[in-house]
């Protein structure tokens, strides 16, 4: 799709009918979506291409059952199987034999700590200590204070800057190993936190950056995976204690929570249970004319 289709993503993510933080999921259905699910999906951002998307996750699994793509779904509730670029994932969907509902929670690919406290030179910001950890791709994880910021106070603008510097020193300075696929071996953004890793009641809170500086407006299912894998691997959380995750730009809840110890490669790992709500807002049409000079989108930064 990105070598030969790309202008499909352009003309959706982009203006006019897209923004800068637009995101979407292309449903594949038939062959593609073999090893039995029930169909796969592309995610969409204005950069590029995801390998796993939590929040597309649990909107699919609401819309996978509202629009029959799933045969005699079950009450209570119906496990949906969807193809991510990272591998299977299950979404597990409220269904009272008309429509869905909420909370819907999935299972994703086995999550892991893939390196903790790491130290990595920030250009113009100085040394700071990461972990990185895989949910169905990888991020960066560090307080938002190790650079002189506060996650729920700090402007969005310096937040994102940071974030975003972090994300390429890492690049430059350490590599990813994936254990089955070199393609999915790479760094997908930056997650600043308010340093609240041990486990509590209490909410905590981060901001997810990744593409080209593209701010998540959930606190980020593949990144809330992924911090429970490394809260796991560090002793902090025990499998069945469930965590709640907050996002700093809207304020929207997760709950992650660790279900299983489990092999992934030659990685220890877990299989984390994520839950989250998905709300419909509408339906659209979209059209494309062949002598729209700009039929495929324009982006400004």
Excluded at 234 to 242: E, M, P, R, V
Aim: charged share 20%; glycine share 10%; hydrophobic share 40%.
């Amino acid at each position: 799709v990105a070598a030969a289709q790309d202008q499909v993503r352009r003309a959706l993510m982009h203006e006019p009918r897209g923004h800068a933080g637009m995101y979407g999921a292309v449903v594949v259905r038939g062959g593609a979506a073999a090893e039995g699910a029930h169909l796969a999906a592309l995610f969409l951002h204005c950069a590029g291409y995801s390998a796993m998307c939590g929040h597309a996750v649990i909107a699919l699994g609401r819309f996978a059952l509202d629009y029959g793509l799933v045969p005699a779904p079950t009450r209570p509730e119906t496990a949906v199987r969807l193809r991510c670029p990272c591998g299977p994932v299950t979404a597990f969907v409220p269904w009272d034999g008309r429509r869905s509902a909420n909370p819907v929670r999935f299972h994703s690919v086995p999550a892991f700590a893939a390196a903790t406290d790491l130290a990595v030179d920030v250009p113009g910001r100085g040394k700071v200590v990461v972990d990185i950890g895989y949910g169905g791709t990888f991020y960066a994880f560090l307080s938002a204070e190790q650079l002189g910021l506060d996650v729920c106070s700090s402007k969005s603008r310096d937040l994102v800057s940071a974030a975003s510097a972090v994300t390429e020193a890492v690049k430059e300075q350490f590599k990813l190993h994936h254990p089955e696929s070199e393609d999915l071996a790479f760094l997908y953004g930056t997650i600043l936190t308010d340093g609240k890793d041990a486990f509590s009641e209490e909410p905590t809170t981060n901001i997810c950056v990744f593409a080209d500086e593209q701010v998540d407006r959930s606190p980020t299912g593949s990144g809330v995976t992924a911090r429970i894998a490394l809260q796991y691997h560090k002793g902090l959380i025990q499998l069945g204690q469930t965590r709640t995750f907050r996002s700093s730009t809207t304020g929207s809840l997760f709950t992650g929570k660790a279900v299983k110890a489990t092999k992934f490669g030659n990685y220890n790992a877990v299989i984390v249970e994520v839950s989250g709500e998905a709300f419909y807002t509408g339906t659209a049409t979209f059209t494309v004319e062949e002598e729209d000079p700009l039929k495929h989108g324009f982006f400004f930064k």
